[in-house]
């Protein structure tokens, strides 16, 4: 089955500095991958998800994440962090059409005025 | 507006106590899920069903029990034979048959032991 490792459990950025989480998933076959983040006490939002229509896929708050097949990747990215950013992320993977997603362990940022 | 509904946010639960946590969607989604929540350790599959009256046990699945009588509704009990209940309990649910269709999320019940 596969899975996902999210390298970094913690990740701290200046205000208006570039963001990157990472990701990492374990597949020989071209995965099905989300990005989540979760604000305190509440449930998780979708930010994003990788379709295989494009590599490079635009979420919402600004963010984007790039599939990179030679390196199993799939960072998140933002050019410039915002406070409001400062949540958990999660990436995720579905092994098959329909199954439960897997999540990873989570990277929580925080943003430093 | 569509979405999931977990009740009560936060709930106690005493030594040797059964509790239900409570699941409600009205997003007409077939597939519905159960994940744990602790420090650390990610989202951890409790059950999950993909259409009413069939369930399937997730990796953790001691100790609790869940049923799924109707479609918008999903409850899960945490019975006493879970040792270690206290977390945060997050509630599901997704369209079936897309391998790209994201899973929907309530905004989770937090169960302690008094």
């Known amino acids: 089955a596969q899975s996902v490792t999210q390298l970094g459990s913690h990740v701290s950025v200046s205000e208006g500095a570039l963001v990157l989480l990472r990701c990492n998933y374990s597949?020989?076959?071209?995965?099905?991958l989300f990005w989540y983040v979760q604000y305190p006490n509440q449930g998780l939002q979708l930010l994003l998800k990788y379709t295989s229509a494009a590599t490079l896929v635009k979420g919402i708050n600004g963010f984007e994440a790039e599939f990179k097949k030679s390196e199993t990747s799939f960072h998140l990215t933002k050019p410039s962090a915002h406070m409001s950013d400062a949540a958990e992320y999660f990436c995720a993977v579905r092994n098959s059409g329909n199954t439960p997603l897997v999540f990873g362990k989570g990277t929580r940022l925080s943003v430093i005025a | 507006d569509g979405g999931i509904t977990q009740s009560p946010k936060y709930l106690f639960r005493k030594e040797g106590q059964n509790v239900t946590l409570s699941c409600e969607q009205n997003?007409?989604?077939?597939?519905m899920y159960w994940y744990r929540q602790d420090p650390g350790q990610g989202l951890r599959l409790i059950y999950y069903?993909?259409?009413?009256?069939?369930?399937q046990k997730g990796d953790i699945a001691e100790g609790y029990s869940v049923s799924r009588e109707k479609k918008e509704s999903f409850p899960l009990t945490v019975t006493s034979a879970q040792k270690n209940p206290t977390a945060f309990y997050l509630c599901a649910s997704s369209i079936t048959g897309g391998i790209n269709q994201p899973q929907h999320f309530g905004d989770g019940t937090r169960l302690s032991i008094l």
């Open positions: 069903s993909q259409i009413v009256n069939d369930f």
């Open positions: 997003l007409n989604h077939d597939a």
């Open positions: 597949s020989s076959v071209p995965p099905y």
